[in-house]
């Protein structure tokens, strides 16, 4: 494989998984690895680098994407990864495709339907001017006439791809793998004992009548092709580098490699089923796996995975001992090389991706990753390529001015324009009877910091924000952080939507449907809400209500353990706000303190004056589309340090642990 200057995670991931067995080792069944990620997240460019990294030395087949006007059947598909695959490779023979080819060609055969005599001589007639056709011409001549003749009784797609197709596919076919192919249709179950010009007459006519039938058929056939070519083609090219761990030496082969794109539209998982039906049914009579490598892309959760799969937005806490963790891209696919590492028994393995590192969004943006631009960008997109290219455009060209809160709202502070970042993320493309304004509704539902289910009571006067919970969730937008701080069921929206919902909640004011005050009042008296004292302190935050939080932690500094303590400060502080953009964090700091100062109590000790700088201070550097802002940061670090001698716990390590994160905050 090519050397880049640097791989990306998702051609790391391939390569611990290239190896495929030892000349000596039995097969092994090969996994269906999903790079998992929401719109915009360089699901495709990961698929791209992969086979970038494959080169000439590994044979893959280039991304095949189901996003596409008409949807791709899995023969289609098939056919298309076949016709891949068998391009020529710099010293390698081409793969052959023949009892793929031979299937195809069956299924476009037009066969009279009532004699069977007659169906067997238009058979065999149409093998024969396949067999006997090898120039390029005539073979695609051929392929049209035939193809035409059976689109009536057809799926035009799959009419159009074999025209593509199968002039290639049959050019590679010989005599003698021809015969081999004829002999490998009559002694599938599938053929009924069928002598081999029977089993294609059969395998004609499921295909009009039968697609499902037909699809199971040529699925095995494709695999069975992979099997047999596999063994001349899969070693690692002579002075190609090879990156598999290899410390004994052993000559090996190497998967090959199939790339999928977009499996989430429609086509992409039903391709994935049959070919995990197709492998079934030949494991159960044959004990010898195939060598491909499938590594596809998805931009929603698979329900069907959850048996084997805890679902990324759901809670660790709620994980049964049957399912696993859905790993991080860096972190999958250490099987191969680390015994210690248990390799998981599902057929799909969902990956997440991972997002963009500082280096990779300055880069984007054309910054310095030092500058205080990059690490905006980052924080405000959680390092989605696609927010970072929309920040790009906003970001002034002079140095960003400390604790500024517009530098990334529009031009236009109407609730259309926050909404056009939605458009453009495609947030509520999925729930076409849905208006984007109904995502701002709930907006407080969905950016709260825990799973508010989507059948909550409260719910009942926003009827349509359980159906946008779930799909918030399901086109993994939420994710779940390592561990539940601060209260139970915490999850975490994309900071970019997240922060977009609610800005667009509050430009709008009392139009359509609540303003950001109503919408909150409805999440602080939700049931899940009310039973739990960070979800309300955080509501109330949000409300604006600052001295009542600063009461409620104040009362709790010294009745729970410090890191408890510090998580549920967190937690609450993570709350928007619905103070004007224009004002920067200095002005609404001193807003904050004088309004605690004037409508706080009257009899406050030293802990209760250094709360109120310190929650107001975390509170505005928690807002991830505002710039920079030392002093606010240097207020939360003072203040951490303040409180750990005026604790009376001793586990105040935790104060200073607090204000050592804090130090290396934005």
Request: glycine share 0%; hydrophobic share 55%.
């Given at each position: 494989m090519t050397e880049p200057v640097r791989l990306t995670d998702s051609a790391m991931l391939a390569r611990r998984l290239l190896w495929n067995r030892a000349t000596d080792e039995p097969s092994s069944a090969q996994p269906i690895m999903v790079l998992l990620g929401p719109t915009g997240s360089g699901k495709t460019r990961a698929l791209q680098s992969i086979s970038q990294d494959c080169g000439s030395g590994v044979v893959h087949a280039q991304p095949f994407d189901f996003e596409r006007e008409q949807p791709a059947t899995t023969v289609v598909a098939l056919a298309a990864i076949s016709e891949d695959l068998s391009r020529r490779w710099r010293a390698r023979r081409s793969a052959k495709f023949t009892r793929f080819a031979l299937g195809l060609v069956a299924v476009q055969a037009n066969l009279d339907t009532f004699d069977r005599v007659k169906?067997?001589?238009?058979?065999?007639?149409?093998?024969?001017?396949?067999?006997?056709?090898?120039?390029?011409n005539d073979i695609a001549v051929q392929v049209d006439s035939t193809a035409d003749a059976a689109e009536?009784?057809?799926?035009?797609?799959?009419?159009?791809?074999?025209?593509?197709?199968?002039?290639?596919?049959?050019?590679t076919i010989g005599r003698r793998s021809l015969a081999g192919a004829k002999r490998w249709h009559a002694d599938i179950p599938e053929a009924e004992g069928a002598e081999p010009l029977d089993a294609l007459i059969q395998l004609s006519r499921r295909a009009r009548s039968e697609p499902e039938a037909m699809t199971a058929w040529l699925t095995s056939a494709f695999l069975a092709d992979v099997r047999e070519s596999h063994p001349v083609m899969a070693r690692p090219e002579l002075g190609s580098p090879c990156s598999c761990e290899n410390e004994a030496g052993k000559t090996h082969s190497h998967n090959w490699v199939v790339l999928l794109d977009n499996l989430d539209h429609p086509g992409g998982y039903e391709f994935l089923s049959d070919v995990i039906a197709a492998r079934e049914r030949h494991l159960r009579q044959h004990n010898e796996h195939d060598p491909l490598l499938f590594i596809g892309t998805s931009g929603r959760w698979n329900p069907e995975w959850e048996s084997h799969w805890h679902a990324p937005w759901k809670s660790a806490a709620t994980r049964s001992d049957e399912v696993l963790v859905v790993p991080r891209c860096r972190d999958a696919g250490h099987w191969r090389n680390n015994s210690e590492v248990d390799r998981p028994q599902a057929p799909v393995h969902p990956v997440l991706l991972e997002p963009l590192e500082i280096e990779e969004t300055a880069g984007l943006i054309g910054r310095s990753p030092y500058f205080s631009e990059a690490k905006l960008a980052q924080r405000a997109t959680a390092g989605l390529p696609k927010a970072v290219e929309a920040v790009s455009d906003m970001l002034p060209t002079a140095r960003l001015r400390e604790g500024t809160r517009d530098i990334l709202e529009p031009a236009e502070s109407t609730p259309e324009a926050w909404q056009q970042r939605l458009t453009d993320l495609r947030v509520s493309e999925q729930l076409q009877d849905v208006d984007l304004a109904e995502f701002v509704n709930a907006a407080p539902f969905a950016t709260a910091p825990w799973l508010v289910p989507a059948e909550s009571t409260s719910l009942v006067s926003l009827p349509q924000t359980g159906r946008i919970l779930t799909e918030l969730r399901s086109a993994l937008w939420v994710i779940a952080p390592d561990r539940d701080s601060g209260t139970e069921d915490q999850s975490l929206l994309h900071p970019w939507i997240a922060r977009t919902l609610l800005f667009a909640l509050n430009a709008r004011g009392e139009q359509d449907g609540g303003s950001y005050e109503t919408q909150f009042k409805a999440l602080l008296n939700d049931p899940h809400t009310r039973r739990d004292l960070a979800r309300t302190s955080y509501c109330l935050l949000a409300l604006g209500r600052f001295g009542e939080v600063v009461d409620t932690l104040r009362e709790r500094f010294d009745q729970m353990p410090h890191q408890k303590w510090v998580d549920l400060l967190i937690l609450v502080t993570s709350a928007p706000d619905d103070k004007p953009l224009q004002r920067d964090n200095a002005q609404v700091y001193a807003d904050l303190v004088e309004q605690d100062l004037r409508d706080g109590p009257a009899e406050r000790d030293q802990v209760r004056n250094v709360l109120a700088r310190l929650i107001a201070a975390y509170w505005l550097i928690a807002n991830p589309l505002a710039g920079p802002d030392r002093e606010r940061k240097n207020i939360v670090v003072q203040s951490f340090h303040e409180l750990a001698p005026l604790s009376h716990r001793p586990d105040v390590a935790a104060l200073y642990e607090a204000a050592r994160r804090a130090d290396q905050l934005f």
């Open positions: 169906a067997r001589a238009q058979m065999s007639a149409a093998l024969r001017e396949f067999a006997e056709s090898p120039r390029a009536p009784l057809l799926d035009p797609v799959l009419v159009t791809a074999a025209k593509l197709v199968l002039p290639r596919l049959i050019r």
